[in-house]
């Protein structure tokens, strides 16, 4: 072997040595699957259908990975563990990412749900005195910072002509908000499905609105950054195992809704009313979807729940870039 072929692969091997190191290794040479998947995941979603029907876990396993589930109360909290890197993979609403975003979380949007308005409203109590949204002035309205239902509120205070100051919002998790509605700790609760299903059921919760005309509604799924493209194969895989869910579940209503009911606790009957106003389905990003997420951003910093701007369309996946 000449020196000057000994030279060459010399240099090539420090190059990939040194690539390895800097973390920084091509594609050609980069593993071509993770070897455990972290995915967040809430009880009432689509993730906990795939986690209970096992089918994403089976998929993975022929190809050497492991699934890991870790639980979470609510969108904000799930995409914080995004942030930290505690998970690769998340599905949360409308305003969660971006409110992710404007804390300088590296995540990517994969794909989208169907728009679902009548799957979150703000609730009453039957025989309050609150018939419109103009008449939450001055009224203590209860929501999970952060989270979809808390567009829909900003959104329906404006339409009605007030502001987000022209309420007293209280920020409590689902299950405490749920308690305070029972107690008559609060005014009023903007929720989404299965509790808003659940609290007009079993409490007789009246709507004064849904998000009907005035935001579309959106279950986001969501990756680090780097999972995505360290491991753009494994990403895709799972929106299309998401389709598949989806079909699946629209086409199996019954069966979804006992599934989750095992999920979540609550009756099959609750699900089965919140199904019926929840479209599954997983698509990929578009330009107009961006669009929407950004007038969200926009709106979010205009009232002051966002300390910085946010350009929503830094967070596309380079696959849609292409």
Do not use: C
Request: aromatic share 8%; charged share 20%; net charge neutral.
């Amino acid at each position: 072997m000449s020196f000057r072929n000994i030279k060459m692969k010399k240099l090539l091997l420090s190059a990939v040595t040194t690539a390895v190191l800097m973390g920084s290794l091509p594609a050609a040479f980069a593993e071509t699957a993770p070897k455990v998947v972290n995915i967040g995941y809430q009880k009432a979603n689509i993730f906990a259908l795939l986690k209970y029907r096992g089918t994403l876990d089976a998929d993975f396993k022929k190809q050497g990975i492991d699934v890991h589930w870790v639980e979470f109360t609510a969108g904000p909290q799930m995409l914080e563990g995004l942030n930290v890197g505690s998970i690769d993979l998340a599905a949360t609403g409308d305003a969660p990412p971006v409110i992710a975003q404007a804390a300088q979380a590296d995540l990517v949007y994969l794909a989208h749900s169907p728009a679902s308005p009548k799957t979150e409203a703000i609730v009453v109590p039957e025989n309050s005195t609150v018939k419109t949204v103009a008449d939450l002035k001055g009224k203590r309205v209860a929501l999970n910072k952060g989270s979809d239902v808390n567009y829909l509120l900003v959104a329906a205070l404006e339409k009605a002509g007030l502001t987000y100051k022209d309420i007293t919002p209280v920020y409590l998790t689902p299950s405490d908000a749920r308690a305070a509605f029972q107690r008559g700790a609060i005014d009023a609760w903007a929720i989404w499905d299965p509790f808003l299903s659940e609290v007009e059921s079993n409490a007789k919760a009246r709507e004064v609105t849904n998000a009907e005309g005035l935001v579309p509604h959106y279950t986001f799924f969501l990756a680090s950054r780097k999972f995505a493209e360290t491991y753009p194969q494994t990403a895709e895989k799972l929106v299309d195992e998401l389709k598949t869910t989806s079909d699946w579940a629209n086409a199996h209503s019954d069966e979804t809704a006992g599934i989750l009911s095992k999920s979540t606790g609550l009756d099959k009957a609750i699900w089965a009313k919140a199904l019926a106003r929840m479209p599954f389905g997983a698509e990929r990003m578009t330009p107009e979807v961006f669009k929407e997420q950004q007038v969200l951003a926009d709106k979010f910093k205009q009232v002051g729940l966002l300390p910085v701007a946010v350009n929503v369309s830094s967070a596309t996946w380079s696959l849609d870039k292409k």
